[in-house]
């Protein structure tokens, strides 16, 4: 499949998921928010479930480059990877929050949602071992262990995306609660400024 | 309404919901649960949505049930509280863990059931941070800051509940994570004996 239809259908996608939630998505909402019809949506994509595996899979590598930074102070890395993950990447982030909420609950009946999930989970803790890793070799983070960290940064990452869903709690809150929580594993201030 | 009508129609509308998911939770399907019709589910509850309401008040309900300890040790109550939230209190709790996703995935939607889960939040961090103040009172916990760690301990429990149904990840990892991130906040290792 050309590499534009893909992207054409999967950007209809989420804006119909964003709109109408998982229960009301159907292939004819996905092809009123694109330029094509019903029957060239599933020439692609036989079925609901291929066609949100796709949305997910897109998902992960969109979160993947956004990921990728310069910096090489791991400080400054660290800074970035929660600026990615607590900053909005656009005006939908609402809905969009709600839309991966519902496919989260969906997991334990399609697999492949299950699997893209562990994927995505096992990207944003390697990228926080990663960087933790870093830190205590350059020495600007004290002696810790960098997955027990990673594993505890995703935990309460998935925490403060429940708590925006469900309590409308503002992310700069719970932000906070994850910077303070690290601070003594890190003998630093995630969020404070970085001198060279 | 009598109370055995009402917690029959609640039982009914939580199999129901176990079942078939929020999607598909109809008020046939509730009456199918139960031995009443839908004419008289109908007469007590006007909408699905007044159902769910009072499905989360009894589950609030039930959880503040369930927190209140005989202990008087804020370690061995801090215990019980973590064997509680932890801990399944029946078989059907996979299927219920996602349920409630579900309805938390609608809160943005449906502000009675924002409101609920914001009360059961509140519940849940008052419970914490009095444990922590006790234990502060009589010396088995540094000093710290209650209300921090109360929401340091619901957050990372938003987070559980989360991982258990999108990642299948078995509660007793994510308690793990709890128990060894409020360590150095309490210095005492919740989970352990306690000794008088």
């Not at 990728?68 to 400054?76: F, G, I, V, Y």
């Not at 800074?79 to 005006?91: I, W």
């Not at 429940?162 to 601070?183: K, M």
């Amino acid at each position: 499949m050309e590499s534009e239809t893909r992207t054409e259908i999967i950007e209809a996608t989420n804006r119909a998921l964003c709109e109408h939630g998982y229960a009301d998505l159907t292939m004819q909402r996905i092809a009123t928010e694109s330029s094509m019809t019903t029957a060239a949506i599933h020439y692609h994509f036989d079925t609901k479930e291929e066609l949100l595996n796709a949305f997910l899979d897109d998902l992960i590598e969109r979160f993947e480059r956004k990921l990728c930074c310069e910096a090489s102070d791991p400080r400054e890395r660290l800074n970035e990877f929660l600026d990615a993950v607590f900053t909005p990447s656009d005006p939908t982030t609402d809905d969009f929050s709600v839309a991966i909420m519902e496919l989260k609950a969906q997991a334990p009946y399609h697999d492949p949602f299950r699997e893209r999930f562990l994927d995505l989970d096992e990207v944003m803790r390697g990228v926080v071992a990663e960087i933790v890793e870093d830190g205590i070799e350059t020495g600007y983070f004290e002696e810790t262990d960098p997955d027990e960290v990673a594993r505890l940064v995703t935990t309460i990452l998935n925490g403060a995306h429940a708590r925006t869903v469900a309590l409308g709690e503002p992310s700069d809150e719970t932000r906070q609660v994850l910077e303070h929580t690290i601070e003594p594993h890190l003998g630093w201030t995630p969020g404070s400024e970085v001198i060279a």
